[in-house]
Antibody, heavy 122, light 110 residues
């Protein structure tokens, strides 16, 4: 069965960077795009960007360009997202989610990770 | 890219039907038949309920249905049940490999 397992909670100081991982299993890793979505406390969902695990290409929401980097390791079926220059506004649960259609289509999110809480506090 | 507009809250009694709207623009909702809907219970990850406007994933109750007219998509829950109480989010492909979510709607079962 498809599973996305994310890394554990993080506490970071303002100005630092955080790296969140998402390990995929139960399907061919390189065949489906993976997205990152975040949710600040009490707030809605926010799409951050997408990575093609096959070729490594990425596309980031304009709001996050220059501050996030998505990478993948095909040997371990894991995608990573680094968020730099953290502020308190980045305190949120970060989710990875698989696209529901085989690449190169991008349609919707059918499987989600359990979420990773990132807390930014001095 | 601005968030799609949803009502903050919708409520209904058990057995009733409710509809949640999701309004975008001609550049996103109006341009693609790629609206999806997600249910989120407190402390849980979102769950896909509707994709490509009106399709239901396997395992999702047929009480959930989706539609679209112009720049507005809608999710209807018929035969409302206590377990339907949750937050609901719409989302659409917005071109250039980007997506945008709605503002979210809290559904309360009275």
């Amino acid at each position: 069965q498809v599973q996305l397992v994310q890394s554990g909670a993080e506490v970071k100081k303002p100005g630092a960077s955080v790296n969140v991982s998402c390990k995929a299993s139960g399907y061919t890793f390189t065949n489906y795009f993976l997205h990152w979505v975040r949710q600040a406390p009490g707030q809605g969902l926010e799409w951050m960007g997408i990575i093609n695990p096959g070729g490594g290409s990425t596309n980031y929401a304009q709001k996050f360009q220059g501050r996030i980097t998505m990478t993948r390791d095909t040997s371990t079926s894991t995608v990573y997202m680094e968020v730099s220059s953290l502020t308190s506004e980045d305190t949120a649960v970060y989710y990875c989610a698989r696209d529901g259609v085989a690449a190169p289509a991008k349609r919707y999110f059918d499987y989600w990770g359990q979420g990773t809480l990132v807390t930014v506090s001095s | 890219q601005s968030a799609l507009t949803q009502p903050a809250s919708v409520s209904g009694s058990p057995g009733q039907s409710i509809t949640i709207s999701c309004t975008g623009t001609s550049s996103d909702v109006g341009s693609y038949n790629l609206v999806s809907w997600y249910q989120q219970h407190p402390g849980k990850a979102p769950k896909l309920m509707i994709y490509e406007g009106s399709k239901r994933p396997s395992g999702v109750s047929n009480r959930f249905s989706g539609s679209k007219s112009g720049n507005t998509a809608s999710l209807t829950i018929s035969g409302l049940q206590a377990e339907d109480e949750a937050d609901y989010y719409c989302c659409t492909y917005a071109g250039s490999s980007s997506f945008v979510f709605g503002t979210g709607t809290k559904v309360t079962v009275l």
